[in-house]
């Protein structure tokens, strides 16, 4: 089954939720950055994040950043995403990891840290980007954006973010929601909601289950009148190009290009999203120093 999401909102349009199937899109990132157990839960509960936080923006061009630093070993996190599905990530140390906890959990509170900041950037082709930061609370990531979204935009929300990682440590199912409530919705709702979330299995265990995200909306709000206005296939997706690491190399300015020319002859330069390899020699490399020169 392909990865994607639905965003659904009840019929009297009080509550909304978000509910995403992940599991191909944290396996192409941890082959690409063959991070260690823990770290594909980090990096896939960040991506799943960044997918459905994504997905609230309006247009194509939107662009979010969403910057995990905690004061953990695998240093910051950075996964950039759009609305269209499309999200790419990378980590400081993707192969560091951490032992689980006395439970036998990937213990990513520890590998993360519980100090430290998230940050959201959302470019929406505005003069100045949105940027609201927060406090790490726990480092698990969900607790986080949950904090994020209560501090920094007074909205009450539930986030659930999951990984179970096999045996074989490959990806075997990732997913995750967010519910955010308006303030029409009487407390009464709330505490059904409340005992929904506590009732229902984790989120990666209904996803390895079989369950789809439509089943798991009904699955936790299945008293409320809910409708799918949306859904959105996901992909682990870059968008570097030889354009674009050339614009790169350019705003390196002319000294630098000579001295790779005089000591290499040639470049090779790494997409650290996607991991292509971009090969520049001397020709490309002399044809980047003449467009510098004609600036
Ligand atoms: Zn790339």
Redesign the pocket.
Known sequence: MKDYLIRGMDKKGRLRIFVAKTTNMVEEARKIHETSPTATAAMGRSLTAAAIMGATMKNEEDLLTLKISGNGTIGTITIVGNNKGEV?GLADYPQSDVPSTLEGKLDVGSLVGNEGTITVIMDLGLKEPYVGQTEIVTGEIGDDIANFYLVSEQVPTAVALGVLVDKDITTKAAGGYIIQILPEISDDEITLIENAIQKAEPISTMINNGLTPEEIMHELLGEFDMEVTDKIELNYK???SEDKIEKVLISLGRKEIEDIIHEDGESEVV?H??N?KYKFDRDKLEKILLTINGQ
């Open positions: 790419k870059c968008d570097c997409c999203f996607c292509t």
